[in-house]
Structures are given as C-alpha cells and as structure tokens.
C-alpha cells in the first residue's frame, strides 16, 4: 500500500574530532575482526578511543551508555541486529550518533541502509559518512530498529535453531519456522492512532520501520525509516500451506497482494491478544504478552550512513 511521507533533511559532516567508542559483540566477526578494527581506527587518526567487548547483546546497552557518560559523541557498534537494536535502545534520544559495524548473521538494519559488510567500507562510512535522524520504534517500553511482532514470527524465531542459523543465515528464520510452524490463530483487536483497524483472528502482527524484515522477507514495500511512521501488518495465515503462499507472495510482488496480509501505517498502535503470544524486537524473542503498546519515536537515533548515490 502506497501513501506519502514526510521526510526529514540529513545533514552531511565529517567525523566529530572527539571520543570515539567501540562496543562490540566479541563472538562476531567481521573482515580481520577486532584487532583490524582497533588498527584501523587508529591509522584514521581516532586519538580518544573507548573499547568494550561484550560477550552478549544484552551486555551492551551498559557500555553504550558508559561511553556516553565518558563523551563519546561517536559509537561504532560491531555485532548483528541485535547488538545494534540493544545500543540503539541505549542511544535513543541521545547526541551521540551510531556507526554500525554489520557482523552478526542477518545484518537486516545495515543491510536496508545500504552499510556493507566490508569492514573498511564500514569504517570510513562510520567517519566520514553523512548522519542521518532515523526513527524507531517502541514496543513495550523498548526500543526497535527493523521491526517487532507477535505471533508467527515471534514463534519462528524463539524456535530457530542457533546451529542452523549459523550455517545457513537468514535462510534458517523460514526454513525453522515452516517446519515447525501451527500458524495458531488467535482473536486480535488493533486499534491504530486511537481508532478500531483490526478485530477477529490473527496468526500475526508485526511492526516495521524498513522495508525489510526478518529472513530477510520484503514484507513492508514503502516503508521509511525517516518518515515519521510505522508499517503495521497483520497476518490471517494458518498453517504452513498459507504461510508459505504469504511468504512467496511477499517475495515475488507487494505484500498486500496476498490474501492473507492487511497493512497500514500508524503513529500508535495497541494490540489485545485473547492469549498470550511471544514477542520479539529485531530477531530477539522476548516474552509472552496479551498486549502490546507501540508507538514511532521520530528521528530518535542518529546513524552513519553511506552518501546518496547520484
């Protein structure tokens, strides 16, 4: 479904001259991996250098705002989406702004940015790049970069399995959810920006602030992450036939076109479950909820980005 946005001017400038943070997820890798990194920065002529290493995403909101306390006006983030959504959480509303260093499996944020996965590409893009306002979602207090949902997706990636995923990447998110999908259909109510959207049964919700989302499915064909807005998608799928039907529809045209799929774009949403369903924030499964408050963040998170191509 096509519908306007309203974007907001990027501004390009060069590096700031002060501290710059490295906070990193030390079991990914990237290029030479870390000690390239260190030496690349170095050789850039990053004089004011924090490091922190941790051993899991959840450690890294802790050290982002550790090295804001410290006067990092720049924070290079090295791990996958859920590195850079767990510091984008920290950093939101913040000065400092966010490089991202695209080294977990997915890559889904970086990916629809147009960051490589090239770690010196990714470096200078960090310095040198233009920085942009993006927006961010909320669910439930916490902050998202790509998207959020409940239902099928959340299932699908509670149960992806950690081996498969890593041998085959994003592949694994649908691979793993199709073997073990139920497609469990639940009553839903949605209301969007203080009006009634959706009210019957629902194997899915989901949230998005880029087009696309986890398997790296094109499910939101319009959205933006400046445009002051969130896609809002609802699934009435039912088992692995109609999902695979949703899924190669959103692959092969516009999500919309698939029967099983309503989508529309809100400001604030709230969602009634009748019971309860697990939920995730950009690959990472939380708990189960019957409900969910979500709501845009306007130009919550400055990113590096890469220059518009001519």
Known sequence: MSSSTVARPDRDRAAPPGTVAVVAHRKKTLGGGLDQLRATLVAAGVEHLLWYEVPKSRKAPKKARKAMKKGAELIFVWGGDGMVQRCADAMAGADAAMAILPAGTANLFAANLGIPTDL???VRIGLHGRRR????????GEHFAVMAGAGFDGDLIREADRKLKGRLGRVAYLWTGLRHVR?????TRIRVDG???FDGEASCVLFGNVGTITGGVPAFDDARPDDGALEIGVSTASGAVDWARTLGRMA?????????VRITRGRQVKVRFAAP?????DGGARTRTTRMKVRVAPGALTVCCPAPRS
Do not use: M
């Not at 092969?252 to 099983?260: I, M, N, Q, T, V």
């Open 195 to 197: 009006a009634d959207w």
């Open 277 to 281: 369903r697990t939920y995730e924030l």
């Open 133 to 140: 306002k993006l927006d961010l979602g909320r669910l439930n």
């Open 120 to 122: 010196a590409e990714a």
């Open 252 to 260: 092969a045209g516009r999500s919309e076109d698939s029967p099983f």
């Open 183 to 187: 497609g469990e259909l639940v009553h």
